[in-house]
């Protein structure tokens, strides 16, 4: 089922979503945008949080922030019992894979919110009365958000917010400068990268090294799995459904190498490091 939305959604000229939110934004609706942590893959930062705003959001935020509540639910889970062995769930691919092809295995993943959807919450609470507005390379996330209608998330990917700037004819501007997140995640932002929730929420010094994995891309998650299965000394399977993670996402419009982009990511990490909201 996955692989066939993916088919849909990479022919469509113009997906459903898409025009969703230039409806929305005809309105004048109050929006919030979720930027997924891959962003700077393809969009230069601090300009597109401007950009975002010209276009008619009125709140643009990290989905890294959610992540640090992702990363808080599943090491308190882990600390409330010693014997608790997790498959992480944030990449909507792999819980798909595992409920159709695996389902032995279900029972072990995570129920910890997602970044996508901890960010929905903490947008709630934050800006209530605006809709959010998820924007990153995976579009299986369009299934995860219909999983959750209690969050009315809507999912677009970085190569249809593109198509956004074209069709509303949204020019670069240099007095976007100035312009920061309203809500950072700045020690989450290398989630994207394979092992990124383990690497960020230090699992590495809450367990041994043989008790957690970290892979990405088909073939290593089948291995990871049949892994998981067999060693019950395995607590922690942190797992993405693309290759090298998320910078992989079929929504990226770049076509650098895995090497660049994953570079991109951690340069972002590095130079901005606690960008004012």
Request: glycine share 6%; hydrophobic share 40%.
């Amino acid at each position: 089922m996955v692989f066939y939305f993916w088919f849909l959604v990479l022919v469509m000229p113009d997906s459903p979503e898409l025009t969703e939110l230039i409806n929305l934004i005809s309105k004048d609706e109050k929006l919030t945008a979720m930027f997924a942590p891959s962003f700077p893959i393809d969009f230069p930062f601090p300009e597109i949080v401007g950009k975002l705003k010209r276009v008619g959001f009125s709140y643009v935020v990290e989905v890294a922030r959610g992540a640090v509540e992702t990363n808080r639910q599943v090491v308190e889970d882990l600390k409330s019992n010693p014997k608790k062995r997790i498959i992480t769930s944030p990449c909507p691919s792999c819980v798909r894979y595992i409920k159709a092809q695996r389902p032995e295995l279900a029972s072990f993943l995570s129920t910890a919110d997602s970044p996508m959807r901890a960010t929905a919450k903490l947008i709630k609470q934050k800006f209530p009365n605006t809709k959010p507005v998820f924007i990153g390379p995976c579009l299986t996330k369009k299934l995860e958000a219909q999983d959750h209608p209690e969050l009315d998330i809507l999912v677009i990917t970085f190569k249809e917010l593109a198509q956004l700037f074209d069709q509303l004819k949204i020019p670069d501007s240099t007095e976007d400068l100035i312009v920061h997140f309203d809500l950072l995640g700045p020690t989450t932002r290398l989630y994207p990268i394979s092992g990124g929730l383990c690497q960020t929420a230090g699992i590495d010094e809450l367990l041994a090294k043989d008790q957690w994995r970290m892979d990405s891309g088909l073939e290593l998650l089948k291995d990871a799995l049949d892994d998981f299965s067999k060693n019950k000394e395995l607590r922690v399977l942190d797992i993405l459904f693309c290759d090298g993670g998320c910078i992989n996402g079929p929504g990226i419009i770049s076509k650098d190498p895995l090497g660049t982009r994953r570079q991109k990511v951690i340069k972002f990490w590095v130079v901005h490091p606690s960008a004012k909201e």
